[in-house]
């Protein structure tokens, strides 16, 4: 069998809007995995826009010339992640995309009209492809093959959302994380956002570890970052020093995301740091009334 080999691409940060048309800062950059064997590639997770996904399908085309992109795994289902599938279906005829039943359920939430009208077609107007093509459910082993090499959907649990997985790939130790493991870019925990829920990231990374990855790649890291294992340490303690600042005592959502940034100050996005502060701060004074 011939071995495997994989590429990242990382779709740069593009600017969101808020419903008055105003910027509301920049989306993190999204990792896309493409992993690729003699003749034929499976591609992990897509960017949000039209434009994004154009990018990433030349991309593919130069990285892997000759080879056919048979297969779309998609890691969850925020659809930050997936909304290029109908895209790429149509630049690559015959691929397949492909996920866990729970990620399926959340894709097809993400693209109900008034759900999509309320988050993803604000936030991108008018640069969405809004012919939606979802992922069809993998068996319950969560396996598929590349040429012969196995390839496994290991699920994880709630990690910045619920129904989380991450793409293992045995072969070269290989596992694509999606939000499950963060680069140098501040987490979500807008959804994160209780004591218990934190706690349940933390187990789903450590069940990434339990499988001796030598490479690890992140959903969303800056372009050029290292797929480290070392990612893997990093956002478990990021997501316990949150917890750490959100404390007991009660502190506002920039109290929060002030010392979160005096942790770490190279992290992209402060916009997500503060939705995650946020939404700890309310459920902390809720606990107080
Ligand atoms: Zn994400």
């Not at 994380?177 to 987490?187: E, I, L, Q, R, T």
């Not at 570890?209 to 990612?231: D, I, N, Q, S, Y």
Request: glycine share 8%; charged share 20%; hydrophobic share 40%.
């Amino acid at each position: 069998m011939s071995p495997l080999r994989a590429n990242v691409y990382v779709a740069p940060a593009i600017p969101w809007s808020k419903p008055n048309g105003k910027e509301g800062g920049p989306w993190s950059p999204i990792s896309c995995t493409l992993i690729h064997s003699d003749n034929e590639a499976v591609l992990v997770d897509t960017p949000i826009t039209n434009a994004q996904n154009e990018d990433l399908a030349a991309w593919i085309e130069s990285t892997i010339p000759g080879k056919r992109l048979t297969t779309i795994y998609i890691t969850h289902g925020h659809a930050d992640h997936w909304l290029g599938i109908n895209m790429l279906q149509k630049r690559f005829p015959g691929v397949r995309a492909v996920a866990t039943e729970g990620t399926v359920a959340h894709m097809k939430q993400q693209v109900e009209p008034a759900a999509f009208k309320a988050t993803w077609g604000t936030q991108f107007p008018n640069q969405i492809d809004t012919e939606f093509a979802l992922a069809d459910p993998l068996p319950a082993s969560g396996e598929f093959q590349l040429e012969g090499h196995i390839l496994r959907a290991i699920e994880v649990g709630h990690s910045d959302t619920h129904d989380t997985t991450v793409l293992w790939v045995p072969d070269i130790s290989l596992a694509v994380c999606g939000d499950v493991v963060y680069g140098d870019v501040h987490c979500m925990l807008g959804a994160a956002n209780t004591k218990a829920l934190r706690e349940e990231w933390i187990t789903a990374i450590e069940k990434v570890e339990a499988l001796h990855p030598e490479t690890v790649v992140p959903g969303h890291m800056k372009p050029g970052e290292l797929t480290g294992t070392f990612h893997l340490a990093a956002t478990k303690q990021y997501i316990r020093d949150f917890g750490d600042v959100v404390g007991e005592d009660g502190k506002n959502a920039r109290e929060i995301a002030g010392e979160m940034l005096r942790r770490y100050p190279t992290r992209f996005n402060q916009g997500a740091l503060l939705v995650g502060a946020m939404a700890a701060a309310k459920i902390g004074q809720m606990g107080k009334l």
